[in-house]
């Protein structure tokens, strides 16, 4: 009882057939794949953007006068 075996697979299988048909499944194996293929576009743009970014513009720095010792030494970092 541990298991199922082909057979049993098999079944339910016919079962997802019979209720969706075949169209519909492909259809959500299409889609699914779409989705699968913008994620990893999407991540792989937002490396290489990440990495334009950083290079193209420096990072500014804000420093303090020696006369005002209420002002801290930051440094402003753009969000990516």
Known sequence: ?????IWHWLIVLLVV????GTKKLRNIGSDLGSAVKGFKD???????TAEADGSAAP????TARKADSQTVD?????KS
């Open 42 to 48: 999407g991540v792989k743009g937002a490396g290489e």
């Open 59 to 62: 990072a500014q720095q804000v």
């Open 74 to 78: 930051v440094e402003a970092k753009t």
């Open 1 to 5: 009882m541990g298991s199922f075996s």
């Open 17 to 20: 057939v019979v209720i969706f």
